[in-house]
């Protein structure tokens, strides 16, 4: 059994940053493919950016150029920090893994490609 587990969400003003965190394990597998997504009210999951086992990474356009992801393989913990936010970056966010779909679905920014899902971590930008 694998869970996600989020931290790192609150209040920032626009034009600010923060940075979320994921912690996964997996007992099966050593490296697995993950991503984070986002949802807010009234809208569908939006895949933000997703990273694989190269380190390749993978961003909306929405996000390009303003967040980044990372991850500490010795640890297990996944990143995305989030710089110069904006009102539409509010949303609640879920870090997601791939464990055991394959390598083809690594870097997708489709929730397709995950089959392990966080509970979310919520953060909210204000003008």
């Known amino acids: 059994q694998v869970q996600p587990v989020e931290s790192g969400g609150g209040s920032v003003q626009a034009g600010g940053s923060l940075r979320l965190s994921c912690e996964a394990t997996s007992p099966t597998y050593r490296g697995f493919c993950m991503a984070w997504f986002r949802q807010s009210p009234g809208k569908e999951h939006e895949g933000v950016a997703a990273?694989?086992?190269?380190?390749?990474?993978a961003y909306a356009d929405s996000v390009k150029g303003r967040f980044a992801i990372s991850k500490d393989s010795a640890k297990n913990i996944l990143y995305l920090q989030m710089n110069n936010v904006n009102v539409e970056d509010t949303a609640r966010y879920f870090c997601a893994a791939n464990i055991g779909l394959g390598a083809k679905w690594c870097r997708t920014l489709s929730r397709d490609g995950y089959n392990y899902w966080g509970r979310g971590t919520q953060v909210t930008v204000s003008s």
């Open positions: 990273l694989d086992f190269d380190g390749n990474s």
